[in-house]
């Protein structure tokens, strides 16, 4: 079957300013998002696909048809791309209605009101908001609507740009799987761009993980979490701590935690240990590495709590909520499982 996007060797940038720097990416079909760190060149990306950045090299297919390329690069209107920015994308003097219809080709307005009905429902919102302006509409219903708007000419390919950061956490969850929902009963594929690794690996068919403008790891959600390929992607998407160490002629790691068990096995000499915060337990007292608490962030169903070890090393480990210490207690800590193992 033919990919829903492939890019190969991308360059793109602003100035002298080089921003993409030789990306590959080949979207299959299904969601597919986009997690980086702020300014890594997410939007860049999205732009140079949907033809409103000119790449400097590199080539971009969409559904098999080349859209840059050589010396070719076809326009934005004709790539057959929806694209949902970040919020602000309605236009505020249309209605829903006309808003959906502004997405539609000439020649096909005269069938809009269908087209617009099919839309909404396709976003799951009630036929009854058509005639509403955006500014009647709350957050959520907003980026649908942004949403139906991208899917009326009926796209290969839908890019969407953080459209939920603007909602609060719970709206932003019942958003993203309804859009996902809309994505699949239109055979839509997705890029969707996000800086939070919720999002991305809860919504996604794969993650692509980028970083300084290029891709790091691009695999299905619970490879980039179990199995990242670089220590920066565990410390990005796992929350885990990066400790220097070796494995000893035993097998087993050595660190500042102590003896630990590892994953994958490796030979012995010098590694780079990343160890989950959700791996850590942290105590007051017992067996464990001996540290004292720096601070506490406490989130409700749990805490992250961040400690300096004694022997300087810094640490954060994840806790129910129910056994949360305090800035300068003294605690042990504990390490649960086998610790993900980077050569060095
Ligand atoms: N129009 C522009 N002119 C010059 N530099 C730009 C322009 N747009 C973006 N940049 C720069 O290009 C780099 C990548 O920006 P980009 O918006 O692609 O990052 P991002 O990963 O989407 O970031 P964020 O998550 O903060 O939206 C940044 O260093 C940014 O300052």
Redesign the pocket.
């Given at each position: 079957m033919t990919d829903a996007l492939e890019i190969r060797g991308l360059e793109a940038?602003?100035?002298r300013?080089p921003?993409l720097r030789g990306v590959d990416l080949t979207v299959p079909g299904g969601v597919t998002s986009i997690l980086?760190?702020?300014?890594?060149?997410?939007?860049?990306?999205l732009?140079a696909v949907a033809g409103f950045v000119q790449p400097t090299g590199g080539s971009i297919s969409v559904a098999g048809a080349e859209v840059v390329g050589g010396r070719r690069t076809v326009p934005a209107r004709q790539r057959g791309i929806g694209y949902v920015p970040q919020e602000g994308a309605l236009f505020p003097h249309l209605t829903v209605a006309r808003n959906v219809a502004f997405g539609l080709p000439r020649a096909e307005r005269r069938d809009a009101a269908k087209r617009v009905a099919a839309s909404l429902e396709l976003v799951e919102l009630d036929p009854s908001l058509a005639e509403r302006y955006p500014h009647e509409l709350s957050g959520g219903q907003q980026q649908r609507v942004a949403l139906a708007r991208a899917l009326a000419p009926r796209p290969t390919l839908v890019l969407l740009?953080?459209p939920f950061s603007s909602l609060d956490a719970s709206l932003r969850e019942e958003t993203g799987r309804a859009v996902v929902r809309a994505l699949r009963a239109a055979d839509a594929a997705a890029v969707l761009?996000t800086?939070d690794q919720g999002e991305a690996l809860s919504l996604a068919d794969q993650v692509a993980v980028?970083m300084e403008g290029q891709f790091l790891q691009v695999a299905a959600p619970s490879a980039v979490y179990l199995e990242p390929a670089d220590p920066r992607i565990a410390a990005f998407i796992g929350h885990a701590s990066l400790l220097p160490g070796e494995i000893g002629a035993d097998g087993r790691g050595r660190c500042a935690l102590g003896s630990v068990a590892v994953r994958p096995a490796s030979a012995a000499g010098p590694v780079q240990f990343a160890v989950r915060s959700e791996q850590l337990q942290v105590r007051a007292d017992g067996d464990g590495t001996p540290g004292e608490v720096v601070d506490v962030s406490f989130f409700g169903h749990d805490a992250t709590i961040r400690v300096r070890l004694d022997s300087g090393e810094r640490i954060a480990a994840r806790t129910p909520a129910d056994s949360v210490p305090r800035a300068g207690d003294r605690v042990r800590v504990t390490v649960l499982g086998d610790v993900i193992t980077f050569p060095r």
């Open positions: 940038g602003y100035g300013n921003v980086g760190s702020s300014g890594c060149g997410k939007t860049t990306l732009r740009d953080e761009v800086h980028m």
